[in-house]
């Protein structure tokens, strides 16, 4: 069972977020927080699995509650680690970097369908990275207008291996899938994965994809 707190301030959308997830036998919603303080108190005492995450709320916002939700929790994708998956409105450049950067493992559109999200939410719980094909592409366009690139002999290496693993990262493979496709052992990926954060100086899955897309490895 997938254990969701879901934050929003808006009570209406906050009803119609869980009673969505309520069709899906696997997703148990243990919280709802109306701002972003709510959710950070609510995952510390519920130590849920994933929150469900607005963006722009009072007070607290979404990306600040990310980042102090991940901080407290540890980084995304370690183990009995809290994930965050991004639910929103907004699809701006800031809106979605801010995300990333604070560590959350998805950025979802409230307008789509009903089974993506719920897809989302289970893919993100397994420690896959989900964006919005139209966020995905925002952020490969981001890159091919040279924004956040820096000079070359700044860009780091990775080996032709750490780029397949990343790219099947990219395309929302979890660990198992990735071995099996590239015929290697789990630890092997996780290896191959510990090496690319070190050369990127990130911390996590998406980061580490959005940072490649911005030097231009992917």
Request: proline content about 4%.
């Amino acid at each position: 069972m997938i254990r969701v707190v879901v934050a929003d301030d808006h009570p209406i959308v906050r009803a119609g977020i869980v009673g969505l997830l309520a069709t899906a036998d696997d997703i148990e919603v243990v919280g709802e927080a109306s701002d972003g303080e709510e959710a950070q108190r609510l995952t510390a005492e519920l130590q849920p699995d994933l929150v469900l995450m607005d963006l722009r709320m009072p007070g607290v916002g979404g990306v600040e509650a990310t980042a102090r939700i991940l901080a407290a929790s540890g980084a995304a994708g370690a183990t009995g680690a809290t994930r965050v998956l991004v639910l929103t409105t907004y699809e701006t450049d800031d809106d979605i970097i801010g995300a990333i950067e604070a560590g959350a493992s998805g950025y979802l559109l409230k307008a789509a369908p009903q089974a993506e999200i719920i897809e989302g939410v289970r893919a993100v719980a397994r420690g896959q990275t989900v964006l919005a094909p139209n966020i995905a592409a925002m952020l490969v366009q981001r890159v091919r207008m040279g924004t956040q690139v820096p000079e070359a002999a700044d860009t780091p290496r990775l080996s032709a291996r750490e780029l397949q693993v990343l790219s099947l990262v990219a395309a929302g493979h979890s660990n198992p899938q990735i071995a099996a496709a590239l015929f290697i052992g789990e630890a092997t990926v996780k290896t191959h994965l510990l090496h690319v954060f070190e050369k990127l100086a990130v911390s996590d899955r998406t980061r580490a994809v959005t940072r490649a897309m911005e030097l231009g490895l992917l």
